[in-house]
């Protein structure tokens, strides 16, 4: 296993992408995480070449063989998600970078990939109201969590759904740089932080409490 996150270290940001990636999964978090000091975002994907988010946004990408110390991945949610649920060699490698990192941002069904690669099993977790219950239904050893903007589960950050996971970035640069690094990136970016992870608006609207 990797050793804790180090933020006196250089952070070696990874953005694992996917066909089919929802845009704003990335960029969103991409936007706050750039910002922090001794940091370096690398945007990769199994095979290299194109990636093109949902929305059509492409990103060049480098392949991923391994991840080095002090790196975290970042995992985005979006429609690409249903079939690599079920890609054996996709979760294979998903499953080794996982284990190498030192912390992993899952935003939105990216969590289903995490629950896919057996890593969460037993944690608690979340993710897009509106996909909860394909999410639930893809791993029922992670104790899901109906109602949470974000959740905290040791190394692993998972969100509910797309606008989510920048609050979830930012709660893990509070966790980790302070509160203070935390507040002054969303005031420069002009963004109104949800900063309560169990402050969850929209749990009741999606009907996952029937």
């Known amino acids: ?3 804790a996150f180090n933020p006196q270290a250089e952070a070696e940001i990874y953005c694992l992408l996917f066909e089919q990636y929802e845009t704003l999964d990335l960029m969103g ?3 706050f995480l750039f910002r ?5 975002l690398h945007y990769v994907s199994r095979g ?3 990636v093109d988010s949902r929305q059509g946004f492409a990103v060049q990408t480098q392949r991923l063989e391994r991840l080095p110390e002090n790196a ?3 995992i985005p949610g979006g429609q690409g998600t249903r079939p690599l649920v079920r890609d054996t060699a996709f979760l294979r490698d998903l499953g080794a970078w996982l284990d190498q990192a030192a912390c992993c941002l899952a935003v939105c069904t990216g969590a ?3 629950a896919a690669s057996g890593r969460l099993d037993g944690l608690p977790a979340t993710s897009n109201k509106k996909a909860f219950d394909w999410v639930r239904s893809v791993n029922d050893k992670v104790a899901w969590q109906p109602a949470a903007r974000w959740v905290t589960s040791g190394r692993f950050y998972t969100s509910s759904g797309v606008s989510a996971g920048m609050d979830m970035a930012l709660g893990f640069i509070a966790d980790h740089y302070g509160r203070a690094q935390a507040e002054e990136i969303a005031a420069h970016c002009e963004y ?3 900063s309560n992870p169990a402050g969850d608006p929209f749990a009741s609207r999606s009907g996952i409490f029937r």
């Open 1 to 3: 296993m990797p050793s």
């Open 29 to 31: 978090l991409v936007e």
């Open 48 to 50: 290299g070449g194109m």
């Open 72 to 74: 975290v991945l970042l």
């Open 36 to 40: 922090l000091p001794r940091a370096r």
């Open 192 to 194: 109104i932080w949800h």
């Open 112 to 114: 289903a990939l995490l």
